[in-house]
């Protein structure tokens, strides 16, 4: 926070005195951990490169002119077709790369660029927790109200290891959340941290709550290529839910490049439209050489059997990785989606007295036992009430998450750390 400046120097509220967020107090607790290097399982970036032929793709755009140029605003021509082309068999008809997609810088700035183009200031935006963070602050830089929903986790999720699936939304507490100011709902499936992917059930319950209503749905589906159950996009349910949904997508998760900061959003031309005006605005157009490059991916994944590999190495990684809570003994919820494991952590039981350090010890315990697995383990996760709100953090409080999309041996590392744990586990 910005002390002692002159009043006219003071930064905006939407900026200043924000509490310290759970990324800065991860990393300061590993750069202060005694077990160097930390195994670093909690921000969801990749441990590896995107495959050879994308990555073949990108440095030969390099060495074409236009593609060290500004790109149209909506997008690459090519990138846009490419989406369309692969999206249109979900859709069950052909999209128009014109008007029904819209290139974005990462899937962030799309949904900045959606809540900036439909949210005036006091309209209502109904979310789920646990969220992705960055909603909160693109609905509150709009002006949006935002109303939170919990998911439910599994009743007895302390003791036995059950499906993402368990995490359940309360319709009832959904519909009184929708008031006649609810401009909005965010959905994300596969979901980030819980591992749930919407059923189909779920997602029509929610999709004709939304027509009733006539709320825009804007669906998260970063994670749409990782999926180890059946999923369905809610855009494809009914032409009248279609309407008023927004799909967002992202090359960093489908192509193993979070860096390159490539997204999109999908969704019919009266919606999409105002979308891609207020990105103009925000950022003009989105990087031009890897655009092209993530064009190349689209059009020879499925030749290359990319997206068969990325379930199947993913999930592969899930199962080797959590093979050490069934060592330990520590239930979690089994993954239906992404890459991402909730644990339930209740069984340990953090020593008493343990010198937590103040902004620490006033936080919920999973907070502590983030800070206990780097400095006692080596091992950072991510303490998930930090995608809740205060009053309904207890729901979380006993959960860590991890990110498996880690190299093979990485997930070793941790899980030899991890065993660590033993000695503190109580029945
Ligand atoms: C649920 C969810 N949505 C959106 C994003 C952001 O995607 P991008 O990196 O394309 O902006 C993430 C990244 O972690 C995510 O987990």
Not at 108 to 129: R, W, Y
Not at 323 to 342: A, H, K, N, R, T
Request: hydrophobic share 40%; charged share 25%.
């Amino acid at each position: 926070m910005a002390t002692g400046l002159p009043a006219k120097l003071k930064p905006a509220a939407r900026v200043a005195g924000q509490r310290q967020d759970v990324w800065s107090i991860v990393n300061e607790a590993a750069a202060a951990s005694p077990k160097q290097p930390i195994v670093n399982m909690g921000q969801g970036f990749f441990g590896y490169n995107p495959p050879p032929f994308i990555i073949a793709a990108a440095k030969s755009a390099l060495d074409r002119v236009d593609c060290n140029q500004y790109s149209p605003t909506k997008g690459r021509p090519r990138l846009k077709k490419a989406i369309a082309d692969a999206y249109s068999p979900f859709w069950g008809r052909k999209l128009d790369p014109e008007t029904e997609v819209t290139i974005t810088t990462g899937a962030n700035e799309g949904m900045l660029s959606a809540f900036m183009a439909f949210i005036e200031p006091g309209d209502e935006v109904v979310i789920f927790e646990p969220f992705f963070d960055q909603y909160i602050s693109n609905i509150e830089m709009a002006g949006g109200k935002i109303v939170y929903v919990p998911m439910h986790p599994p009743q007895d999720g302390a003791t036995k290891t059950s499906s993402a699936a368990e995490w359940t939304v309360d319709f009832n507490e959904l519909e009184k959340a929708i008031t006649p100011t609810t401009k909005m709902i965010v959905l994300n499936t596969p979901h980030n941290p819980v591992g749930k992917v919407y059923s189909k059930e779920e997602l029509q319950r929610i999709g004709d709550l939304c027509v009733k209503h006539e709320v825009i749905i804007l669906s998260d589906e970063v994670y749409d290529r990782l999926y180890y159950v059946p999923f369905t996009r809610i855009a494809t349910l009914s032409p009248e839910i279609e309407q008023l949904t927004i799909t967002v997508g992202s090359a960093g998760k489908n192509f193993y490049a979070t860096g390159w900061r490539v997204g999109w959003l999908v969704g019919p031309a009266h919606l999409i439209q105002y979308v891609s005006a207020a990105h103009t605005r925000i950022c003009y157009s989105s990087v031009s050489p890897l655009q092209e490059a993530c064009a190349v991916g689209f059009e020879q994944a499925e030749s290359e059997g990319f997206w068969d590999e990325t379930v199947k190495e993913m999930k592969g990684k899930m199962t080797r990785f959590n093979e050490v809570w069934d060592e330990l003994g520590l239930p979690y919820s089994d993954p239906e989606g992404g890459y991402f494991v909730m644990v339930n952590t209740k069984k340990i039981k953090l020593p008493e007295n343990y010198p937590f350090p103040p902004h620490v010890a006033s936080r919920p315990r999973d907070f502590k036992l983030a800070w206990f697995l780097i400095h006692e383990v080596g091992v950072a996760a991510i303490p998930p009430t930090e995608f809740y709100t205060e009053p309904n953090a207890w729901l979380a409080e006993d959960y860590m998450r991890f990110a498996v999309c880690k190299e093979d041996e990485v997930l070793e590392t941790a899980k030899e750390r991890l065993r660590g744990l033993k000695k503190y586990i109580q029945e």
